[in-house]
């Protein structure tokens, strides 16, 4: 995974989680893995890169103890649109 | 330790195998399961109520209900999908489909599913996508999904969660299973299936957006071909892969919202602070939602962007109720804005163009994928495809109702079937030795790299603007990528179901590529826009096919009439080397 794309976008509140798998079982893209110990292990943000950004996990926890935090780049995107398609010029 | 990855595999069985539980494949489930056929749905999710594309909910439904509006019945929605779609699509499975759209309707809402307005008797419906009616119904379908994966669970199907099916097999011509992969335990399943209904959506992942964060995507991301790439294997046809489809959002977060903001009245402003769609349509705003994207391509490309999306002028009521009519489509969008620190109450929003899928090129009922026929019938006996994965798409409604379409007639096939076939031993054995290998610590490739590889030439070459010199450029790299394949390293079970996913997007950019060089005209705006064909040619109102056969693409187009069903048999109209094959030529 390149690191520039290592940005963690599920902030969860340690002292808020009550450590059940709800966020786990949501995902829809196996990215959050529940703890090994249940009630006991906070769950963890496996495949940070591989986020939706959907928020699935923010809207079904039941203690509010998820954030979305988008990356910088995505909130100041590096590229354009133009630059996608080669330096502002079409296709030749 | 790689060799302890991946257990099994464990023998399954089913009278009907349902690949991907979204929406099509819930529906398929409920149909297989009230004629009685045993049914099992495997899902790349982790629990059915939230998986695919709709999990986090839909807020509305293609709906024919057959009022006394005139507009309001399948005959007349007919008489507009002819020209719609430019004639591209099998008119006989569209009318199939919209046929059944009535009775599917009444039966997701004997489910459970609420579609009235709230707190009201009737319905609320709008006029969208270039249809000739209100068919659009409002709904707060939160948990749509939810309640129809309770249902399929309440019918009796077996579901097989976190599964991806990753091989599927046909003996003789007709199909016999599938191998599926826990992508969180690494347990496999040999699942002997008497038919099989594909169901897996549309092809993600293939192009770049502005964050270049490929999964940050307006599409569901995880829907990667990987049953256009199965079908394709085991002898179906695919068709209109040359079609790509983009949409908008807001710059940075290729998300959800503004159609909605669109729908409200919002004004699309280019760098000048020009409101500039009625250049493009004498609707304005108000035009169709690809004829907007197109509007936005064309301007930026033209060098009048950033565009804007300004809803200041909307009454002080609606603005308060803006961020809500946001959340609805994406419930992530107004967190976006408040840390980009933009309000819209009190500033223009930059918009940018999405990363682009193939998936319906815009056109409400011309689907990209596996060509069915009016049963939902692959090319293949046994085989069955609904939803985004197949040629007739429509939304949930589209795959609600061949997906019912395509449950009945698997099972009805199933019926006819002694036994589930016995999965051919050494193609089993040689697919778990592949999934293996890519487990070896010696492996070195990356399915990321690989990924990145595609989407920078396809994002480049095949894109918005399309020649036959920049084609020829992305075909050699993308079909040259086939030789890297093997070399992709997974560290678990989890990075094997995404080293699977690479191999289906790779092999559909490069199907992509074989379809679009051949199609030497323009069609659909920036769907495929041919900067060296820059006009429609009506001698291409016709069907681009593209099947596999002894290793090798072959192009295959129909003619106006009946064409859709000679895509199987008729004779080639070339033959196109595939992966490594055609990078050595």
């Known amino acids: 995974m390149p690191s520039e794309?290592?940005?963690?976008?599920?902030?969860?509140?340690?002292?808020?989680?009550?450590?059940?798998?709800?966020?786990?079982?949501?995902?829809?893209?196996?990215?959050?893995?529940?703890?090994?110990?249940?009630?006991?292990?906070?769950?963890?943000?496996?495949?940070?890169?591989?986020?939706?950004?959907?928020?699935?996990?923010?809207?079904?926890?039941?203690?509010?103890?998820?954030?979305?935090?988008?990356?910088?780049?995505?909130?100041?995107?590096?590229?354009?649109?133009?630059?996608?398609?080669g330096a502002g010029e079409p296709a030749p | 330790m790689a060799e302890t990855v991946l257990s099994g595999p464990s023998v399954l069985e089913t009278d009907v195998l349902v690949v991907g539980g979204g929406v099509a494949g819930c529906l398929a489930a409920l149909a297989a399961r009230g004629v009685g056929a045993e049914v099992l749905v495997c899902d790349k999710g982790g629990r059915l109520a939230w998986s695919g594309s709709v999990g986090g909910g839909v807020d509305q439904f293609l709906a024919v209900l057959e009022t006394d509006e005139e507009w309001d019945r399948p005959a007349y929605l007919m008489q507009s999908v002819g020209q719609l779609t430019d004639g591209l699509v099998d008119l006989a499975v569209v009318e199939r489909m919209v046929y059944e759209l009535p009775r599917v309707f009444?039966?997701?809402?004997?489910?459970?599913?609420?579609?009235?307005?709230?707190?009201?008797?009737?319905?609320?419906?709008?006029?969208?996508?270039?249809?000739?009616?209100?068919?659009?119904?409002?709904?707060?379908?939160?948990?749509?999904?939810?309640?129809?994966?309770?249902?399929?669970?309440?019918?009796?199907?077996?579901?097989?969660?976190?599964?991806?099916?990753?091989?599927?097999?046909?003996?003789?011509?007709?199909?016999?299973?599938?191998?599926?992969?826990?992508?969180?335990?690494?347990?496999?399943?040999?699942?002997?299936?008497?038919?099989?209904?594909?169901?897996?959506?549309d092809v993600n992942r293939i192009s770049r957006n502005v964050a270049d964060m490929p999964y940050a995507s307006w599409h569901f991301p995880y829907n990667t071909g990987d049953a256009q790439k199965m079908a394709l294997g085991v002898g179906a046809v695919l068709a209109?892969?040359?079609?790509?489809?983009?949409?908008?959002?807001?710059?940075?977060?290729?998300?959800?919202?503004?159609?909605?903001?669109?729908?409200?009245?919002?004004?699309?402003?280019?760098?000048?602070?020009?409101?500039?769609?009625?250049?493009?349509?004498?609707?304005?705003?108000?035009?169709?939602?690809?004829?907007?994207?197109?509007?936005?391509?064309?301007?930026?490309?033209?060098?009048?962007?950033?565009?804007?999306?300004?809803?200041?002028?909307?009454?002080?009521?609606?603005?308060?109720?803006?961020?809500?009519?946001?959340?609805?489509?994406?419930?992530?969008?107004?967190?976006?804005?408040?840390?980009?620190?933009?309000?819209?109450?009190?500033?223009?929003?930059?918009i940018s163009i999405s990363e682009f899928s193939i998936r319906r090129s815009g056109v409400y009922f011309r689907g990209s994928g596996i060509v069915i026929d009016e049963a939902a019938a692959a090319a293949v006996a046994g085989?069955?495809?609904?939803?985004?994965?197949?040629?007739?798409?429509?939304?949930?409604?589209g795959a609600s109702s061949l997906?019912?379409?395509?449950?009945?007639?698997?099972?009805?096939?199933?019926?006819?079937?002694?036994?589930?076939?016995?999965l051919p031993a050494d193609e089993l054995a040689a697919d778990i030795a592949a999934l293996n290998a890519h487990l070896d610590e010696n492996r070195t490739g990356s399915y990321w790299d690989l990924e990145d590889a595609v989407r920078e030439v396809v994002t480049r070459d095949v894109g918005f603007r399309r020649s036959a010199e920049s084609m020829a450029r992305a075909h050699a790299v993308v079909a040259g990528l086939a030789a890297d394949e093997a070399a992709m390293k997974a560290a678990d079970a989890h990075e094997l179901g995404r080293v699977v996913e690479a191999k289906a997007i790779r092999e559909m950019a490069e199907v992509m590529v074989v379809a679009a060089e051949a199609r030497e005209e323009t069609r659909s705006g920036s769907s495929h826009y041919r900067v060296d064909y820059p006009e429609p040619d009506e001698r291409w109102l016709k069907v681009l096919g593209v099947r596999k056969r002894d290793g090798r693409y072959e192009r295959v187009t129909g003619n106006a009439e009946g064409h859709w069903k000679g895509l199987v048999d008729a004779e080639a109209d070339d033959v196109v080397a595939a992966g490594e094959a055609y990078g050595a030529k």
């Open chain 1, 5 to 85: 794309r290592a940005h963690n976008p599920i902030i969860i509140d340690d002292e808020l989680c009550i450590r059940c798998p709800l966020c786990d079982i949501v995902c829809p893209g196996d990215i959050i893995i529940r703890g090994e110990r249940a009630k006991v292990d906070p769950p963890t943000v496996a495949y940070p890169a591989e986020c939706w950004y959907c928020g699935l996990c923010e809207q079904s926890c039941p203690t509010d103890a998820i954030t979305i935090v988008f990356p910088e780049r995505m909130i100041r995107p590096p590229l354009t649109f133009a630059d996608l398609l």
């Open chain 2, 106 to 201: 009444r039966r997701i809402e004997a489910l459970g599913v609420n579609f009235r307005e709230k707190d009201a008797e009737g319905y609320a419906r709008h006029r969208a996508f270039g249809l000739p009616g209100a068919y659009h119904v409002d709904f707060d379908g939160k948990k749509f999904k939810q309640t129809i994966a309770r249902a399929v669970r309440r019918a009796g199907a077996k579901e097989l969660m976190r599964c991806a099916i990753v091989s599927l097999f046909a003996e003789g011509g007709t199909v016999a299973g599938a191998l599926g992969l826990n992508i969180r335990t690494g347990e496999l399943y040999a699942i002997r299936a008497k038919s099989v209904v594909l169901a897996t959506g």
């Open chain 2, 240 to 350: 209109n892969m040359e079609f790509i489809e983009a949409t908008l959002g807001p710059t940075g977060f290729s998300s959800q919202g503004t159609n909605a903001l669109t729908g409200l009245g919002a004004h699309y402003l280019n760098s000048a602070g020009e409101r500039f769609m009625f250049k493009y349509d004498p609707l304005g705003e108000r035009a169709r939602r690809s004829v907007l994207v197109d509007a936005v391509i064309s301007e930026t490309l033209e060098g009048n962007g950033p565009i804007f999306l300004d809803v200041r002028h909307l009454p002080t009521e609606e603005l308060a109720n803006v961020e809500r009519t946001l959340e609805v489509d994406r419930h992530t969008v107004p967190g976006f804005l408040r840390q980009k620190g933009v309000s819209l109450a009190e500033e223009p929003v930059e």
């Open chain 2, 383 to 397: 085989l069955y495809a609904a939803g985004d994965c197949c040629t007739v798409s429509a939304g949930i409604a």
């Open chain 2, 403 to 422: 997906g019912w379409i395509a449950g009945v007639s698997a099972a009805g096939f199933s019926a006819t079937q002694a036994a589930a076939p016995e």
